[in-house]
């Protein structure tokens, strides 16, 4: 249940007398998320701890309210607020623990073998299950990346959930180009592109499909113009058409986009594939998700209907 406001000492540890901050699991920009013990229900639990700006409840928390029936969101417990000597108000999210992230996950597996065909089968589907349910109430996630898709490998299945929705947004109106980690920037975002929508979500899901099978990050610029020569070196220079839909929003000159437009590709991304038996299909749909338009690239359910996904 959501109980709301708590106006309480900012002592980390009276914070809220029915948790028990327990270890700090992580820390950002945003603040910090604790592991805490929830004795009144006897489970471990994870507190986002953040300082709130105004009196409006947050955007965050708008959002975690429309996912609570969505089996593949992280779902929120509670909410309560403390406050610091200066007034402040401390936001405290407390959410359903996992045991680690996606991408602690990969790092542990790939010390080992690579991963099989059912996991990445399991562990996408269940992604791009999650997008569906946010995309279907018009909401971006606008931050997929491995850090922030959690997952609990004691199950023979596996359980999948999205989390941190503190760059979550309804789709509405002009946009802030700077959101998802560099790596799984779509092409859009690194052209300053402010007219976007949940297609940004797919390119960085896509991009994570493919890192299940490569064990790292496909696209590593160093900067966000090495960030976009080295998407066109792997999946080919975007034509102008495409330009033309990437930069919706944003003025080019003549020369810049033809300078674009003429780098090469260096490696046939094919082969990232080879060690599946389903290497065919895993490539097709790779090509889906991550393509320069935004407007042809696969919505969530029609990448849930790929032959990759038949068994």
């Not at 569906?132 to 004691?154: A, V």
């Not at 760059?167 to 300053?192: H, Q």
């Not at 389903?278 to 998700?289: I, N, S, W």
Request: glycine residues 4%; aromatic residues 12%; hydrophobic residues 40%.
């Amino acid at each position: 249940m959501i109980r709301g406001y708590f106006p309480i000492s900012d002592h980390i540890s009276n914070a809220n007398p029915s948790y028990i901050f327990e270890s700090l699991i992580g820390e950002g920009s945003f603040g910090c998320v604790y592991k805490a013990y929830d004795p009144t229900n006897n489970l471990s639990v994870a507190i986002k701890r953040s300082l709130k700006s105004g009196c409006m409840v947050s955007r965050e928390f708008s959002i975690l309210k429309e996912t609570v029936n969505c089996p593949n969101c992280v779902k929120l417990l509670d909410i309560f607020y403390s406050v610091t000597d200066d007034n402040k108000f401390i936001q405290h999210l407390v959410f359903e623990c996992m045991p680690k992230n996606l991408a602690q996950f990969l790092a542990e597996r790939w010390s080992l073998d690579p991963l099989n065909d059912f996991e990445i089968t399991s562990i996408m589907r269940q992604l791009l299950k999650g997008l569906e349910y946010l995309h279907s109430k018009n909401i971006m996630h606008r931050d997929i990346k491995p850090q922030n898709i959690l997952i609990d490998d004691n199950d023979e299945f596996y359980k999948v959930k999205l989390c941190d929705f503190g760059s979550a947004k309804f789709v509405t109106g002009k946009n802030m180009p700077y959101v998802v980690s560099r790596y799984y920037r779509a092409p859009e975002l690194i052209l300053l592109n402010t007219d976007y929508g949940t297609e940004i979500d797919i390119w960085a899901a896509g991009c994570v499909f493919i890192e299940l099978f490569t064990g790292c990050p496909i696209f590593r610029g160093d900067t966000e113009a090495d960030q976009f020569i080295k998407i066109a070196n792997i999946i080919g220079p975007p034509t102008a058409t495409d330009m033309k839909n990437l930069t919706k929003s944003v003025q080019l000159n003549t020369k810049m986009i033809q300078r674009i437009i003429k780098i090469g590709r260096k490696i046939q991304w094919v082969h990232l594939f080879k060690r599946s038996p389903k290497a065919e299909e895993a490539f097709d749909l790779a090509q889906k998700m991550v393509c320069w338009d935004p407007t042809k690239r696969f919505t969530a359910t029609q990448c849930l209907e790929h032959p990759f996904f038949l068994i």
